[in-house]
Nanobody, 124 residues
Framework: QVQLVQSGGGLVQAGDSLRLSCAAS????????MAWFRQAPGKEREFVLA????????SSADSVKGRFTISRDNAKNTVYLQMDSLKPEDTAVYYC?????????????????WGQGTQVTVSS
């Protein structure tokens, strides 16, 4: 079983940048499609970004296209979420997740492992 430990997050102003990290242990991340989800208070968890195990295919939500980027460093067994031009509506708890599928699923049901979540708050 793979364990996912997140770091980063915090309070920033609109227009700022932030990078979240998700470090894996127990299994190499090269085995998994990796994704980021987010959940705002009172809302359902929603898909943000994903990258396949090969890195050759990515998917992103329309709300973050051109602003957020997902990347992975297999040597460090870590996946990152780079967030630029942050908006107040980006405020949420962000989760990294891993799937055994070799394509990027867009729903939570296809993901097998989850990080603990980290808070991102964007003030106006």
């Amino acid at each position: 079983q793979v364990q996912l430990v997140q770091s980063g997050g915090g309070l920033v102003q609109a227009g700022d940048s932030l990078r979240l990290s998700c470090a894996a242990s127990g299994r190499p991340l090269s085995m998994y499609t990796m994704a980021w989800f987010r959940q705002a208070p009172g809302k359902e968890r929603e898909f943000v970004l994903a990258v396949t195990w090969s890195g050759r295919s990515t998917s992103s939500a329309d709300s973050v296209k051109g602003r957020f980027t997902i990347s992975r460093d297999n040597a460090k067994n870590t996946v990152y979420l780079q967030m630029d031009s942050l908006k107040p509506e980006d405020t949420a708890v962000y989760y990294c997740a891993a799937s055994l599928m070799n394509f990027p699923p867009l729903t939570t049901k296809e993901y097998d492992y989850w990080g603990q979540g980290t808070q991102v708050t964007v003030s106006s």
